[in-house]
């Protein structure tokens, strides 16, 4: 009978410790949906992400000088578009309609492509490409009739894009080195953010074309990026994310120019680049060693809801959700895009 139960034991031990073992296997890291590799060779890679309105086509803008647009159900590259003057995309953006793609360059030039023909329907020249950092920054309005752009010294133009007139420019007030690195109009198009390598981030009122607002980075760091949050429709509920170089993403309500809520990567990495998701519920964030980090908007204080890492371990330069929120693209120094599942809200 001891020799039975003696056995007994052992062998509930055994099943015991074979299901702990399999308890504790570490999940494993998320991997890509699908890997995007820019046909062009560049150092500093992919720069700019973004997905067309209908979410059918997605386009990146590469150091090597051309902008390239993709399938997203089947990954294959659709279209090169290649501007002869360019020495480098620095960011892309499609009009609402998703019939133009608009391209600013490191030689201070706007292409504006047509997704149709394959053309330039337009080209805009930065009228102050003084320090030759061109233009960092490109995004069309809701209502798509104008095209904002920043530069590296310091100025966001505002432009017509049907008849390819100058209409505003909005000068950086403080802005000494490190000029404009992103630019973003608000849901309904009244209003304009703009950040600098310099710590600030700057609101514009586009009908008076004034400043309204000045939202200093808490920890003296260059700002990165910006982005409205698509809950906030008008402005009295606007909500604007902005990522600096101390690993911090902080959210502004922008009617009391006050932080409501911080979001911080781990190790305090640079942050640089910021996207909210359609629905506003999250937030993802991507930093300089690799890693893009997806946080619920709800619970700042909590872990990030889904960390995926760039499978080469190069920096994130730009990230963006597709329209329905269940893909999230991140674009490397490597000259690749990666396709991630999210669908978490």
Known sequence: MIIGFAVAV????????????????????PRPVAALAD????????TSVTFSPD???????????????????TGRHTATLTDPSSQGVQSVAFSPDGTLLAAGDADGNIAVWSLSSGSQVSTFSDPSNITGSGVSSVAFSPDGTTLATGDGDGSTYLWNI??????ATLTDPFSVSEGVSSVAFSPDGTTLAASDGDGNTYVYDIATQRLIATLP?????????VAFSPSGKTASTETLATSDGNG???????????IIAAFTVPGGRVAKSV????????????????????WTIATPLAPPSLTVTDPQSKAVNAIAFNPDGKLLATA?????????????G
């Open 10 to 29: 052992l062998v509930l031990v055994a099943v015991v410790s074979a299901v702990t073992i399999v308890a504790n296997q570490p999940t494993p890291p």
């Open 248 to 258: 911090s993403t902080y959210l502004w309500k922008l009617s009391t120019q006050h």
């Open 332 to 344: 490397d120094g490597n000259d690749s895009t990666y396709l991630w599942n999210v669908n978490l």
């Open 162 to 167: 049907t008849t390819g007139s100058k209409i």
């Open 55 to 73: 979410g059918s086509s997605l386009a990146t803008g590469d150091n090597d000088g051309s902008s390239y647009t993709w399938s997203v159900s």
């Open 39 to 46: 046909p062009g060779f560049s150092i500093g890679g992919v």
């Open 217 to 225: 980075d808490p920890n003296s760091h260059g700002v990165y990026s």
């Open 275 to 294: 996207a909210f998701s359609p629905s506003g519920k999250l937030l993802a964030v991507g930093d300089r060693d690799g890693s893009t980090y997806v």
